[in-house]
T-cell receptor, first 115, second 111 residues
Framework: NAGVTQTPKFQVLKTGQSMTLQCAQDMNHEYMSWYRQDPGMGLRLIHYSVGAGITDQGEVPNGYNVSRSTTEDFPLRLLSAAPSQTSVYFC??????????????FGNGTRLTVT | GENVEQHPSTLSVQEGDSAVIKCTYSDSASNYFPWYKQELGKRPQLIIDIRSNVGEKKDQRIAVTLNKTAKHFSLHITETQPEDSAVYFCAASKVNNDMRFGAGTRLTVKP
């Protein structure tokens, strides 16, 4: 199993450009999520999904869109990039246990710079 | 939404000493509390977790305790080694796995 695969690893955008960060998992996990990591601020939840066709907002959703058309894929779209979106982005997935949380499996991250 | 606070933000210990990192959470509905270790330039990796029906869990040199009444949980690392140096994150989540993280603790173990 490849686990959680994120592409690209690095990306530089100009302000106003759009792009999609890709995330795929091969573990048949129901739950998928996107986090951004900034120095001193830990991991902040952007959006998450508990299954195909279902998405919800996390702590910092503004400026980002997601969709979940299949169990395996959960792309994150930046509609109009801003310098404040410079960050490291992690995709994570897990099973959904009945009544209890489950450990997240993280991808290797995408380092995004917006100039 | 859930708010997780983590202390201290940095921690420096001598090799062989113990290290303790503490977290508090705000939402009493949270029932799963994992700890992640992140080495420089790498992804976070789970090191230990605890569920709300358990008060303490141990795995070799690492232990986690949970006080549901006070809404706090702690990570204990004994006999620290230089390879324990990393950033450690606590997290809390509810039944839908909406997981919120603390800001992290940078642990340095000096040889």
């Amino acid at each position: 199993n490849a686990g959680v695969t994120q592409t690209p690893k690095f990306q530089v955008l100009k302000t106003g450009q759009s792009m999609t960060l890709q995330c795929a998992q091969d573990m048949n996990h129901e739950y998928m999520s996107w986090y951004r990591q900034d120095p001193g601020m830990g991991l902040r939840l952007i959006h998450y999904s508990v299954g195909a066709g279902i998405t919800d907002q996390g702590e910092v959703p503004n400026g980002y869109n997601v969709s979940r058309s299949t169990t395996e894929d959960f792309p994150l779209r930046l509609l109009s990039a801003a310098p404040s979106q410079t960050s490291v982005y992690f995709c994570a997935s897990s099973f959904l246990s009945t009544g209890l949380g489950s450990p997240l499996h993280f991808g290797n991250g995408t380092r995004l710079t917006v100039t | 939404g859930e708010n997780v606070e983590q202390h201290p933000s940095t921690l420096s210990v001598q090799e062989g000493d113990s290290a303790v990192i503490k977290c508090t959470y705000s939402d009493s509905a949270s029932n799963y509390f994992p700890w992640y270790k992140q080495e420089l330039g790498k992804r976070p990796q789970l090191i230990i977790d605890i569920r709300s029906n358990v008060g303490e869990k141990k795995d070799q040199r690492i232990a986690v305790t949970l006080n549901k009444t006070a809404k706090h949980f702690s990570l204990h690392i004994t006999e620290t080694q230089p390879e324990d140096s990393a950033v450690y994150f606590c997290a809390a989540s509810k039944v839908n796995n909406d997981m919120r993280f603390g800001a992290g603790t940078r642990l340095t173990v000096k040889p």
